[in-house]
């Protein structure tokens, strides 16, 4: 064995940035294994939005606010189904990593506190949303230093380029690392593993395994699950997959299946910021949720149902003309500029053409089109739909393919108030740990979206554990 170390940190993200600083600080010698080249994994393009309760900079602003209302809209948020454990961890916690992040020189956004930070999220009760005025890049700025001091001071080794590709195991607990990285494979002792590794975002093959959906995420090449894998041979449950919700829409980079094109070029779907001009239709030509359905969760569970979780917005020229943007990056010219036989923009002179193109049965799209054009001319809309503008009548007719995404993946590791990992038998394994994303979005969410639930509690966990939580 190359050598042995107080803790091994796999993952140098959002969790284990913070679990490795604070071990350090505790006087531990720790070693940062991270499969990317670079340190902060999704930090890196997270919108960053932490909620916690009681923090100092909600004092500021004169919010007075408790961690039991932070974990009552929480638990309301997921119906039920999130961890109360894990949350009430979390929850009691939070304000103490956003403190910290106070005290680092996080530059908060003028907008914040508040209630919430856009429409995708109900909003909380109290003013307990908190971003920065660089989304995630915020937190990475004044946590990445934390760790180089911690590394200058000789407490902290960071191998970048390197994955956790096995644990030894014996005797009920895990003694250490096995790692591949430039240097081929090694061996490490350790005294405690904490597995930081994030999500799966990056594997498709997990997601269908764990989660029954497609997969396409804008998430980290590097989240490819590996730790969930290596903990579950190991015998740790994986639970919470069958919650995914995904997000309504998104397009797929027709370069690469699974990931998304940059979210700036995505169509605006949000009801509440540009009322809808378009029908949303699904592969039998059929719309499956009102177009101005606001409720992120209703029209999340009405997505999921579809085949493939796939859908597309259809329009017309008259539309594309006389509608604000519905894809501001591009423009209506762009929009034109990029129609065609293929995804994601189709165009075609006729609405059988429009469906030939996309996949979308004729006959549902021709029925589909005939009955919105109805409910324009005063017909009751078959959902209900009031912001009717134009027909959908004048060529050449347009289709944008959109998909249900994902940003963080709803499995994860099962995990004790220590947060040691348990087996299916509900057993710790010793030595092993979890924080971050690999104890899945569920146990925060349920089914629901609860904003800035992943991000604070990885940082907490991360913080927890490299304290002393569990050991
Ligand atoms: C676009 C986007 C926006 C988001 N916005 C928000 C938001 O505003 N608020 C919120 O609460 N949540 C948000 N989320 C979710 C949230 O950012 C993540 O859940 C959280 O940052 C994950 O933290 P983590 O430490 O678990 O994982 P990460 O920060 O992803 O860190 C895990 C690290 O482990 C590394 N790794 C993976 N496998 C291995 C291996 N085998 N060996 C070694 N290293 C490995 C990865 O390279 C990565 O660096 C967003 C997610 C996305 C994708």
């Not at 991270?34 to 393009?45: D, F, H, N, P, Y």
Request: charged content about 20%.
């Amino acid at each position: 064995m190359a050598e042995r170390w107080d803790m091994v940190v796999v993952g140098a993200g959002t969790a284990g940035l913070p679990a490795a600083v604070f071990a350090a600080e505790r006087g531990l010698r720790v070693l940062v294994v991270e499969k990317s080249r670079r340190v902060g994994g999704t930090l890196l393009i997270s919108g960053g939005q932490m909620s916690g309760a009681g923090t100092r900079h909600q004092q500021r602003h004169g919010v007075d606010d408790t961690p039991e209302e932070h974990f009552r809209d929480v638990m309301a948020f997921s119906e039920g189904r999130a961890d109360p454990d894990l949350v009430r961890l979390a929850t009691d916690n939070a304000a103490g990593t956003i403190d910290w992040l106070d005290e680092l020189g996080f530059e908060f956004s003028p907008d914040c506190p508040a209630v919430r930070f856009n429409h995708r999220h109900h909003p909380y009760s109290k003013a307990r949303m908190h971003w920065g005025t660089d989304a995630g890049d915020s937190i990475a700025e004044v946590i990445i230093p934390e760790l180089e001091s911690a590394v200058a001071g000789g407490a902290v080794e960071v191998m970048p380029g390197t994955s956790l590709v096995g644990l030894d195991h014996g005797a009920g607990a895990v003694h250490g690392v096995r790692i591949e990285g430039p240097d081929g494979l090694q061996e490490h002792g350790a005294g405690a593993v904490v597995l930081a590794a994030g999500g799966y975002t990056a594997n498709p093959v997990l997601f269908e395994e764990l989660s029954s959906g497609r997969l396409v995420s804008p998430g980290l090449p590097t989240a490819t699950g590996d730790a969930h894998r290596i903990a579950a041979e190991l015998g740790g449950r994986l639970r919470g997959g069958a919650h995914w919700l995904p997000v309504f829409g998104g397009i797929e980079d027709p370069e690469a299946p699974h990931r998304t094109v940059h979210k700036d070029y995505w169509a605006v779907l949000t009801p509440q910021i540009r009322p809808p001009w378009e029908v949303y239709v699904n592969r039998s030509g059929r719309r499956f949720v009102s177009e101005e359905e606001g409720d992120e969760v209703v029209r999340g569970r009405a997505l999921r149902a579809q085949d493939g979780q796939v859908f597309w917005v259809v329009f017309d020229e008259a539309v594309l003309r006389e509608a604000p943007d519905l894809l501001p990056a591009w423009g209506a010219d762009g929009v034109r500029a990029r129609a065609g036989r293929k995804p994601p923009v189709m165009a075609a002179d006729t609405l059988e053409g429009l469906a030939a193109a996309a996949g979308i049965d004729p006959d549902g799209l021709a029925a589909t089109v005939a009955g919105y054009n109805a409910a324009v001319s005063g017909a009751p809309d078959e959902l209900g739909r009031r912001h009717l503008p134009l027909p959908i009548a004048e060529p050449p007719f347009y289709a944008v393919e959109n998909h249900g995404t994902t940003l963080p993946t709803p499995a994860g590791v099962a995990v004790d108030g220590g947060l040691r990992v348990l087996t299916a038998e509900g057993r710790p394994i010793g030595g092993l740990y979890a924080a971050g994303e690999i104890l899945g979005s569920a146990a925060f969410s349920g089914s629901g979206a609860a904003a800035g639930m992943n991000v604070t509690p990885a940082m907490t966990f991360g913080r927890l554990l490299g304290s002393g939580l569990g050991s």
